[in-house]
């Protein structure tokens, strides 16, 4: 199972960060992982360059071609399993990892049109984990904002590229001090340890 963690945030010392090591730990450890299967982006470490640009030089159909993204379209293809580690800020992902998803989950790369009402998902067969953490309750994003963060990613997202098996740990009350950020961070490690896949 080759795994992609795309990680996505700007301090080293965060307590995404401290996930990232976790997750790392807990597939080092697991007997079904081999260590060369596990690739790590990080997008603000690599300067990953998230605007968006249309212009007389760049077409939006010549997207899914753009030289300068051909390392990370391989890396998208090389993958089996996602894992994106990211802050919910304002109610929804980093504008670095929006910028990523809006560069790289281009027309007939990730999806092709076919004329219905959905498109074809060129993506399909992988799967994702999505691990984010929140200053506010974990209950928040439900209760207050009609889910929208899971449905982002979910439905408007990964159904549309073809990806269907979807995992979110959504961790709220991060800056409490009762915020059990050790539980938290251990309950990664042990699932990326113990998964069968």
Known sequence: ???LIIYTHPNRHSLSHAFLQQTLQGLQENPHVEEEDIQVLDLYGEGFDPILVFNDQKRRRDMHVEPTLEKYRNQLLWADRIVMIYPIWWGRPPAMLLGYIDRMFASNFAYREKGGLLPEGLLKGKSVVCISTMKGPTLYPLLWLGNAHKTLMRRALFSYVGIKKVK????????????QQTKKLDRIYRYFRSAAY
Request: net charge positive; charged share 35%.
């Open 1 to 3: 199972m080759k795994t």
């Open 168 to 179: 979110f740990f959504e961790f709220g009350g991060m800056e409490k001090k009762q915020g």
